[in-house]
């Protein structure tokens, strides 16, 4: 184990923040500052103080677990486990076709697990089936930002630009609660001078510190985004001349956005018209402003037309592409960025590249050294491949992501799991998922491996390895490499799977080469002395691509310094020009009626992260956040006669859900809110509505119709 300080980045949100690591003689792991950092600046929140707890072998899986022939799961061999995950692999290949076999990511993983999983997955397996719970972050934003600008970036501005800006609009996100070192973008920004609008059905933590909180009727943000451009353009604040240069699709979604007047918006909201007013009115007045968006408007079967009518703001204005304007969609995912950019989603392959595009298959075929016509075509979405699980899909393997929790339907999703003929899965603990499997791999985690994650700036950065993974636990890396091996990846193959991660980032390098997402200049030795690298980042001229050797010194020529601000010339469209989107308000796809008259929005609290796995197993977090609860109007825990702490029934159609009532005037009272970080009869998203949007594949996480009962104590 190392002695002195290693600096590296925290393994939760996309922020990606910034610490130091120091082992101590006792085993544990010292946090501490690290203020040379742009991003966080040395704050942390409690999540990233206490992230080395998970580290602890107490807390973690440190043997293979196989299903005994009494259903246990009982400690095995490496080489036992890896034969029992390629035999079942290969016994669904072989009796049920190629696609037969699933493959299901996480966003946390680092791009180098990423890039291998996706290789793994269509040149060994030869499937189809692969996506990632990165679907359920962003997909409707990047959708969205692709149809929009051509590319999709997180952020297309640093987060540095935030304060410098007149004003933000917040749709959907409470960074108080989900990311808290960077609300003091926020607060910066509002002692600039600047001004703060947060658009959120809750009157959250950020919402609170807004010069104007809207709060509408969950699932009517398109309906909203739609009323504010039509105040735009009746008041005459459209920028024209920007219009007519930049941008094209105007006429339409005009006409589009004319169709909702601020009364008839008021009553689809609940946002009232002078409210509107005043919205337009402080995004319209400074010379600069910016929209950025969370899972709130995105977590919708309408979400990509949601983050177009959003988007089609900016641009009637003139704010994008433009000095510290724009819109940004704030990642949620360590990795969810990078996650998707180099293959494991359904339809993507490394550098962004469309897998329907026959140069984009003849470029990664030829890194890869396979024939293009071998590579798959595109698969099912994330809910859409859990759903076909057991039937169309009998064997999955699974890398850090737990769908029992994390998916909607969560109870249909159990099931099907359960279905399945076999299950492997690799994680650092025994997650809800991984407790169903036939086969566990334990694997190394952050803080002892080395490798790369892509922040929401669109930062590359290098997490180094700080401390040595207990004995026999493997990385995810080797876990590939063994399983290419026992499954015929011969011919040399199996080389295609090194287990350092840096040769995997050198072939990833080549691979995205020219890709929207290009990753070719940047290499180990610039992220560790620039403290990352934006991308596009292209290798040096002259070294088409390959530049395995640019940073040691041998570049063909001058080195690209990475982008952090996209489209200033021009966007990524074959025109260079933006393009609005027509969208039109449409309702949800689950309505309130009389059987289940109240509406459910979910989302996550301080002290835990995603579906819980690794922070419900920290003391300190448990303490701040033990369990589930059901935040309820005073109005209508009176009509139910609940009282603080009482435990209450949220009932859909997908099921029901029991937590103690936390009564609060900071909810609509037409709405109640769940987090969804938690197991058992807590589990919010039992009650989630699996409704996607037709773009994105994006679930409808954030509306569904539902009632409230009182339960006997």
Same mark, same amino acid.
């Given at each position: 184990?190392?002695?002195?300080?290693?600096?590296?980045?925290?393994?939760?949100?996309?922020?990606?923040?910034?610490?130091?690591?120091?082992?101590?003689? $006792?085993?544990?792991?010292?946090?501490?500052?690290?203020?040379?950092?742009?991003?966080?600046?040395?704050?942390?929140?409690?999540?990233?103080?206490?992230?080395?707890?998970?580290?602890?072998?107490?807390?973690? +899986?440190?043997?293979?677990?196989?299903?005994?022939?009494?259903?246990?799961?009982?400690?095995?061999?490496?080489?036992?486990?890896?034969?029992?995950?390629?035999?079942?692999?290969?016994?669904?290949?072989?009796?049920?076709?190629?696609?037969?076999?699933?493959?299901?990511?996480?966003?946390?993983?680092?791009?180098?697990?990423?890039?291998?999983?996706?290789?793994?997955?269509?040149?060994?397996?030869?499937?189809?089936?692969?996506?990632?719970?990165?679907?359920?972050?962003?997909?409707?934003?990047?959708?969205?930002?692709?149809?929009?600008?051509?590319?999709?970036?997180?952020?297309?501005?640093?987060?540095?630009?935030?304060?410098?800006?007149?004003?933000?609009?917040?749709?959907?996100?409470?960074?108080?609660?989900?990311?808290?070192?960077?609300?003091?973008?926020?607060?910066?920004?509002?002692?600039?001078?600047?001004?703060?609008?947060?658009?959120?059905?809750?009157?959250?933590?950020?919402?609170?510190?807004? $010069?104007?909180?809207?709060?509408?009727?969950?699932?009517?943000?398109?309906?909203?985004?739609?009323?504010?451009?039509?105040?735009?353009?009746?008041?005459?604040?459209?920028?024209?001349?920007?219009?007519?240069?930049?941008?094209?699709?105007?006429?339409?979604?005009?006409?589009?956005?004319?169709?909702?007047?601020?009364?008839?918006?008021?009553?689809?909201?609940?946002?009232?018209?002078?409210?509107?007013?005043?919205?337009?009115?402080?995004?319209?007045?400074?010379?600069?402003?910016?929209?950025?968006?969370?899972?709130?408007?995105?977590?919708?079967?309408?979400?990509?037309?949601?983050?177009?009518?959003?988007?089609?703001?900016?641009?009637?204005?003139?704010?994008?592409?433009?000095?510290?304007?724009?819109?940004?969609?704030?990642?949620?995912?360590?990795?969810?960025?990078?996650?998707?950019?180099?293959?494991?989603?359904?339809?993507?392959?490394?550098?962004?590249?469309?897998?329907?595009?026959?140069?984009?298959?003849?470029?990664?075929?030829?890194?890869?050294?396979?024939?293009?016509?071998?590579?798959?075509?595109?698969?099912?979405?994330?809910?859409?491949?859990?759903?076909?699980?057991?039937?169309?899909?009998?064997?999955?393997?699974?890398?850090?992501?737990?769908?029992?929790?994390?998916?909607?339907?969560?109870?249909?999703?159990?099931?099907?799991i359960r279905s399945l003929d076999f299950l492997a899965v690799c994680d650092v603990v025994l997650?809800?998922?991984?407790?169903?499997?036939?086969?566990? +791999?334990?694997?190394?985690?952050?803080?002892?491996?080395?490798?790369?994650?892509?922040?929401?700036?669109?930062?590359?950065?290098?997490?180094?390895?700080?401390?040595?993974?207990?004995?026999?636990?493997?990385?995810?890396?080797?876990?590939?490499?063994?399983?290419?091996?026992?499954?015929?990846?011969?011919?040399?193959?199996?080389?295609?799977?090194?287990?350092?991660?840096?040769?995997?980032?050198?072939?990833?390098?080549?691979?995205?080469?020219?890709? +929207?997402?290009?990753?070719?200049?940047?290499?180990?030795?610039?992220?560790?002395?620039?403290?990352?690298?934006?991308?596009?980042?292209?290798?040096?001229?002259?070294?088409?691509?390959?530049?395995?050797?640019?940073?040691?010194?041998?570049?063909?020529?001058?080195?690209?310094?990475?982008?952090?601000?996209?489209?200033?010339?021009?966007?990524?469209?074959?025109?260079?020009?933006?393009?609005?989107?027509?969208?039109?308000?449409?309702?949800?796809?689950?309505?309130?009626?009389?059987?289940?008259?109240?509406?459910?929005?979910?989302?996550?609290?301080?002290?835990?992260?995603?579906?819980?796995?690794?922070?419900?197993?920290?003391?300190?977090?448990?303490?701040?956040?033990?369990?589930?609860?059901?935040?309820?109007?005073?109005?209508?825990?009176?009509?139910?006669?609940?009282?603080?702490? $009482?435990?209450?029934?949220?009932?859909?159609?997908?099921?029901?859900?029991?937590?103690?009532?936390?009564?609060?005037?900071?909810?609509?009272?037409?709405?109640?809110?769940?987090?969804?970080h938690w197991p058992g009869e807590g589990r919010a998203n039992t009650l989630t509505n699996p409704?996607?949007?037709?773009?994105?594949?994006?679930?409808?996480?954030?509306?569904?119709?539902?009632?409230?009962?009182?339960?006997?104590?």
């Open positions: 184990m190392q002695n002195s300080a290693t600096p590296t980045h925290c393994p939760y949100c996309a922020l990606q923040c910034g610490m130091n690591l120091t082992p101590a003689a $006792d085993g544990t792991v010292e946090v501490t500052e690290r203020a040379d950092f742009p991003v966080n600046r040395g704050a942390l929140c409690g999540k990233g103080r206490t992230a080395p707890a998970v580290l602890s072998s107490r807390l973690r +899986l440190t043997s293979p677990l196989v299903r005994s022939g009494d259903g246990t799961l009982v400690p095995a061999s490496w080489d036992e486990a890896l034969d029992r995950v390629a035999a079942g692999l290969a016994r669904a290949r072989a009796g049920h076709g190629p696609d037969a076999v699933g493959v299901f990511g996480g966003g946390g993983l680092t791009n180098e697990k990423a890039y291998a999983l996706g290789k793994f997955a269509r040149v060994v397996l030869g499937t189809s089936q692969i996506d990632y719970n990165g679907r359920f972050c962003m997909s409707s934003a990047a959708a969205a930002g692709m149809r929009a600008f051509g590319l999709d970036r997180g952020l297309p501005f640093p987060l540095e630009d935030v304060p410098r800006t007149g004003c933000v609009i917040l749709v959907g996100s409470n960074p108080a609660e989900t990311m808290p070192p960077a609300l003091r973008y926020f607060s910066e920004l509002r002692a600039n001078g600047g001004t703060l609008i947060v658009v959120d059905p809750r009157r959250t933590r950020t919402a609170e510190q807004a $010069d104007l909180h809207l709060a509408p009727r969950p699932g009517t943000d398109l309906a909203l985004a739609l009323g504010l451009l039509h105040l735009v353009v009746a008041e005459g604040r459209v920028d024209e001349e920007y219009v007519r240069e930049r941008t094209s699709g105007w006429e339409e979604a005009r006409a589009a956005a004319m169709a909702h007047w601020p009364e008839y918006v008021e009553r689809i909201t609940g946002v009232s018209v002078p409210q509107l007013r005043e919205a337009v009115r402080m995004f319209c007045a400074p010379e600069a402003a910016m929209v950025l968006t969370a899972r709130g408007p995105e977590q919708q079967s309408k979400g990509t037309d949601t983050v177009g009518a959003w988007i089609n703001l900016c641009l009637a204005t003139g704010r994008a592409g433009r000095p510290l304007s724009g819109y940004g969609c704030l990642t949620g995912q360590g990795n969810g960025q990078g996650g998707r950019e180099h293959g494991q989603k359904a339809d993507q392959l490394p550098g962004y590249r469309k897998l329907t595009d026959p140069a984009a298959r003849r470029h990664v075929a030829e890194v890869w050294g396979v024939d293009p016509d071998s590579l798959p075509g595109p698969g099912r979405s994330a809910y859409e491949l859990l759903d076909a699980l057991g039937t169309d899909i009998r064997a999955l393997l699974l890398m850090g992501s737990n769908p029992v929790v994390s998916a909607p339907r969560a109870a249909h999703v159990e099931e099907r997650s809800e998922t991984a407790a169903l499997a036939d086969v566990v +791999l334990p694997v190394t985690q952050w803080a002892e491996e080395t490798g790369t994650t892509t922040s929401l700036e669109g930062r590359v950065l290098l997490r180094r390895r700080a401390v040595t993974p207990p004995e026999g636990v493997r990385s995810d890396l080797q876990v590939l490499h063994g399983l290419a091996a026992r499954l015929g990846a011969d011919r040399g193959l199996e080389k295609g799977f090194p287990t350092d991660p840096e040769a995997v980032f050198e072939e990833l390098r080549r691979a995205s080469a020219g890709g +929207l997402a290009d990753y070719s200049g940047i290499t180990y030795r610039r992220l560790a002395e620039e403290n990352g690298v934006f991308w596009p980042c292209p290798a040096p001229a002259g070294a088409d691509g390959e530049a395995p050797g640019a940073a040691a010194g041998g570049e063909a020529g001058p080195v690209h310094p990475g982008t952090p601000r996209l489209f200033l010339d021009r966007f990524a469209t074959e025109d260079g020009r933006a393009r609005f989107a027509p969208v039109a308000h449409r309702a949800a796809a689950e309505e309130p009626d009389e059987e289940y008259p109240l509406l459910l929005t979910t989302g996550r609290v301080v002290a835990q992260y995603q579906s819980g796995a690794q922070t419900r197993r920290v003391a300190e977090l448990n303490a701040a956040a033990p369990g589930p609860f059901v935040e309820l109007h005073p109005r209508l825990a009176a009509r139910l006669g609940a009282a603080e702490g $009482d435990p209450v029934a949220v009932v859909s159609r997908r099921g029901r859900a029991v937590a103690p009532a936390r009564i609060t005037g900071a909810i609509r009272p037409d709405t109640v809110f769940m987090p969804f409704a996607l949007d037709p773009t994105s594949r994006m679930p409808e996480f954030k509306v569904c119709a539902v009632r409230v009962e009182a339960v006997e104590s």
